[in-house]
Nanobody, 124 residues
Framework: QVQLVESGGGLVQAGGSMRLSCAAS????????MAWFRQAPGKESEFVAA????????YYSDSVKGRFTISRDNAKNTVYLQMNSLKPEDSAVYYC?????????????????WGQGTQVTVST
């Protein structure tokens, strides 16, 4: 069992930066692939980024590639999402998720554990 708690959301102006954190409790955090998804009002959940258990492989959606960076600190049981050059269309509730699956990382159905989400609002 893994519990995930996101933090770091809030209001930021377009062009600004923000860092989200996801603290995990429970056993064997370092064995899970971690990801961030987001969901805006009236829209489906959207994959943002994922990082393998070792941190050696990362994956990004085209919409955030080059602006967002996912990282993890297994010693602290925490995964991060550094978001730069934020745009109003990045506004959403951001969710942290964990999986032991090795494929389909862009699909929410592959993830076993989810956080409660943190709101990110980017103003013009």
């Amino acid at each position: 069992q893994v519990q995930l708690v996101e933090s770091g959301g809030g209001l930021v102006q377009a062009g600004g930066s923000m860092r989200l954190s996801c603290a995990a409790s429970g056993s064997l955090f370092s064995t899970y692939t971690m990801a961030w998804f987001r969901q805006a009002p009236g829209k489906e959940s959207e994959f943002v980024a994922a990082i393998r258990w070792s941190g050696g492989s990362t994956y990004y959606s085209d919409s955030v590639k080059g602006r967002f960076t996912i990282s993890r600190d297994n010693a602290k049981n925490t995964v991060y999402l550094q978001m730069n050059s934020l745009k109003p269309e990045d506004s959403a509730v951001y969710y942290c998720a964990a999986t032991r699956s090795s494929h389909g990382l862009g699909f929410p159905r592959e993830y076993d554990y989810w956080g409660q989400g943190t709101q990110v609002t980017v103003s013009t």
